[in-house]
């Protein structure tokens, strides 16, 4: 199956939550809507066509001064398919909280609780979303651009 | 202490098992392990933000302290990543030398690996032999850019200047014997009862266990899964060399050290195929918006001088849009997700660590098992934790 038929697939199957799909250098991103990220997932998860079994990464960025300020990114990838899909979900600045993955792959443990530390994007039901790179009591979320380079 | 029967320890971050400074606070039961949790980023120097306010040619030396055993992957996956955003392809001599080194580089990898792991578990001459072969090829690597741990040699478009004089042939020499060592290693641990009962069957992770954890490289290859980008999604030319994808069976710690075995010998195979078919050539691609002009132009003309100067200082803006390249390294997907908003440096740089996410399935592998194997499989996920950190 190649990925026009899988974006197709997943645009009939979620008609409301793919807001654009984009090709760049051969590679192929759904924007998608943050509130259907899990159940988005989980069929891109489950679904034996699909079958996007590897998160490979998750991370976030911020687009100041851009409003929704905040991306988060999933990349995936299936050992079934060889295929590969990135999927973004935009949030606002003023409140960015999106559904954990970690049900889905657990991969997204790490991940997850790094965008939490550098972005201050909230990732809800993650079962410890605590910082891990940066000490629990530090100031700030240093990957935000209004944050400074010398802290 | 933890709950009334349990007792707290505190592992690292100075433990030498710990490969760095890595901290991993157990709680134990006896001596065993009822929860492990890893305690990271004591090494974090901001690296990815950093980067946002560098050039791309200026991120370079940047990625050489990601993985600081395997310098040259790292700089490969960047290279590749901002080639792609460029749209720009090396030429197939640039292309077969970064997959020699890239391939060297592995092995060096694995030996420093092998012998760090077998130390921790008790067997101290494998790193004595393992030192001595990895040396040979860090002293190709001077040869080829000067420096043994931080080479830089790789640039945006192809290289940063020809392989040296004689430097194939120095190549030949060493994969002619490199299988030789190889069985000079095994002897000392395959067949070593010690060996054999301190991992078989010790943090064991089956191929869906190791799939959902993300894990990638010899870890998941050890679980029996055949899955080695270099095969999968090909670049630099690998579909152009014959080798094998070495897996395992158990996904245990054994299993992980025979793979790992099994993928320097395949290694070395790629090496001795590259030099015999190495081509001739350029080794920039021909790109003077974005690739330095050669070096003994600089110091003849005062256009290529400024040239130089120009893309030393400024950089080169990159077309707006978003890429991700990735290869196979020798920890597993070391992976560059760029973000450019059409100007000189990057608007996000974001690494795909594989000893990150490699080692966030640690407590699955060492929970309800003896604290002595938690060294063996920290040993066998093969971390470094300045890439673990950033």
Redesign the interface.
């Known amino acids: 199956m190649d990925l026009a038929t899988i974006v197709d697939r997943v645009k009939q199957k979620f008609p409301e939550s793919v807001s654009e799909v984009s090709a ?2 051969g ?1 192929t ?1 759904l924007r998608v809507r943050s509130e259907d990220i899990l159940p988005l997932c989980r069929f891109l998860h489950d679904d034996p066509e699909t079958a996007f ?5 998750l ?1 976030g ?2 687009d100041l001064p851009r409003e929704p300020r905040f991306q988060v ?1 999933y ?1 995936l990838a299936s ?1 079934k398919t ?1 295929l ?1 899909l ?1 999927l973004k979900a935009s949030l606002p600045g003023a409140r960015p909280q999106i559904a954990s993955v970690f049900s889905v ?3 997204a ?3 997850e609780r ?1 965008a939490f530390d ?1 972005f201050g994007i909230i990732f809800a039901g993650h079962p410890d979303l605590r ?5 629990p009591e530090w100031q700030g979320y ?2 935000r651009k209004d ?1 400074p ?1 010398r ?1 | 202490m933890g709950d009334n029967n349990t007792m707290i320890l505190n592992m690292g971050p100075q433990h030498p098992s710990t490969h760095g400074v890595l901290r991993v606070v157990l709680e134990l039961d006896g001596e065993v392990v009822v929860k492990a949790t890893p305690d ?2 004591f090494l ?1 120097r ?1 690296l ?3 980067a946002e ?1 560098k050039t791309y040619h200026q991120c370079i030396p940047l990625t050489d302290r990601l993985d600081y055993v395997a310098g040259m992957s790292n700089n490969l996956a960047y290279v590749l990543a901002v080639e ?2 460029l ?1 720009l392809e090396a030429p197939p001599r640039a292309q077969a030398v970064r997959v020699l080194l890239s391939e060297l580089q592995r092995i060096s990898s694995h030996l420093f690996w092998l012998g760090t792991h077998a130390h921790d578990i008790g067997a101290m001459t494998p790193l004595f032999y393992a030192m001595r072969e990895r040396d040979e090829i860090l002293f190709l690597f001077e040869r080829v850019c000067g420096s043994r741990l931080t080479p830089s040699y790789f640039r945006v478009g192809g290289l940063a200047q020809d392989l040296p004089e004689g430097f194939e042939e120095k190549c030949r020499e060493f994969t002619r014997t490199f299988n030789a060592h190889v069985d000079e290693y095994e002897t000392l641990l395959t067949r070593n009862k010690i060996w054999m009962k301190r991992t078989q069957g010790v943090g064991i992770l089956s191929a869906e ?1 190791a ?4 894990q ?1 490289g010899p870890n998941l290859r050890a679980s029996n ?1 055949n ?1 080695d980008l270099r095969k ?2 090909p670049y630099c030319g690998y579909e152009n060399y014959e080798f094998l994808v070495p897996t395992g069976k158990n996904g245990d710690v054994y299993d992980r050290y025979l793979v790992r075995m099994m993928e320097m010998r395949q290694s070395n195979e790629i090496a001795r195929q590259v030099v015999d078919k190495m081509p001739g050539g350029a080794i920039l691609a021909d790109d003077p918006k974005v690739v330095y002009p050669p070096k003994d132009k600089v110091q003849e003309s005062i256009e290529a001088l400024i040239h130089h100067f120009h893309l030393a200082s400024a950089g080169f803006p990159a077309p707006p ?4 390249a ?1 290869i196979e390294s020798p920890k597993g ?1 070391l ?1 560059f ?1 760029l ?1 450019s908003d059409g100007t000189n440096k990057p ?2 740089f ?1 690494v ?1 660590p594989p000893s ?2 490699n ?3 640690l407590s ?1 592998m060492v929970e309800g098992r003896l604290i002595s194997d938690v060294v063996a499989v920290i040993g066998s996920i093969d971390i470094v934790l300045a890439e673990v ?2």
Request: hydrophobic letters at 40%; charged letters at 30%.
């Open positions: 760049f250098r590679e991103t079994d590897f998160l490979i990464d991370c960025v911020d990114v990349h050992t060889r590969r990135r792959w657990k991969a443990d790490w991940l790094e550098m910082r891990i790179l940066l000490t240093p990957l944050y380079l802290g | 990271i980023g974090h901001g990815e933000k950093l306010h792609k955003l749209g266990e799939i959902n954890w993300g990638t899964v899955w999968a999604m849009g978003e890429v991700y990735s997907e992976g997700y973000i608007w996000r974001r795909r990150f996410v080692l966030s399935a699955t950190d950033r």
